[in-house]
């Protein structure tokens, strides 16, 4: 995303320091300003006929330096005493961990709260953009750690249904925690998963299915199935 803006000034000098003021960026930190002399200061005669110098300044806005602006401002504004920190960031994915104190009204009831600033963020950073990258925030590792909870749930899951020959319906869950439950159990014998019900009450189904059969009627298979 590009940032552009126009400013006037008695020199040039001032001009775009005018700009980069109105910017709010500092020219000795960045590498992708662009700056154009639009008209040239001049003076007149006896001040008759004089005029300001334009400029024109733009600059680059990286889709991660979006996310931990718009992060920043929204932890400001909930109170927190925390930072967000760029972890990683490419074409696809921007992940982006905060730190700082009392960080568990960040994280919320089974991450409710850390998934809402997680989507709200995605949204402002992917709009007004050409493609998609997905943006993943972590708190105090909450995300490693819920995984590797719900990994065990599956598996723990998987082992009741094969021992009661049952479909067993699990809590609901959104889409990125079914993910989980899904790939967890994709290799397992005899066992397959499916996603019952609507947002936000959807939840994962493992399905007791005996030599490869199929989930019953009316449920998504393996291979569609969030």
């Known amino acids: 995303m590009i940032r552009s803006v126009e400013a006037t000034g008695k020199t040039i000098e001032e001009a775009f320091a005018n700009a980069m003021s109105e910017l709010g960026i500092d020219d000795d930190t960045l590498i992708n300003v662009e700056k154009v002399v639009l008209e040239n200061p001049r003076s007149g005669f006896l001040g008759i006929g004089s005029s300001p110098a334009k ?8 889709r991660s330096d979006k996310a931990v602006a718009f992060l920043q401002g929204l932890l400001e504004r909930m109170g927190a005493l925390a930072h967000p920190v760029v972890i990683k960031s490419d074409d696809e994915n921007i992940e982006l961990s905060i730190e700082g104190e009392n960080l568990g009204m960040l994280i919320g009831r ?110 998504r298979s393996r291979s569609n199935r969030a």
């Open 55 to 62: 400029v024109r300044v733009s600059y680059e806005i990286s």
């Open 110 to 219: 089974r991450g409710e709260t850390l998934n809402a600033i997680q989507h709200i963020t995605n949204y402002v950073v992917n709009r007004g953009e050409d493609g998609h990258v997905r943006v993943i925030i972590d708190v105090e590792n909450y995300r490693r750690k819920r995984e590797e909870s719900l990994r065990k749930l599956a598996e723990k899951t998987a082992s009741k249904v094969l021992r009661f020959k049952r479909n067993i319906a699990l809590e609901p869950m959104n889409a990125y925690e079914r993910h989980i439950i899904h790939s967890a159990l994709q290799d397992w014998k005899d066992v397959s998963t499916f996603s019952s019900g609507t947002e936000p009450r959807r939840c994962v189904v493992v399905s007791y299915t005996p030599n490869g059969e199929k989930p019953e009627k009316g449920h």
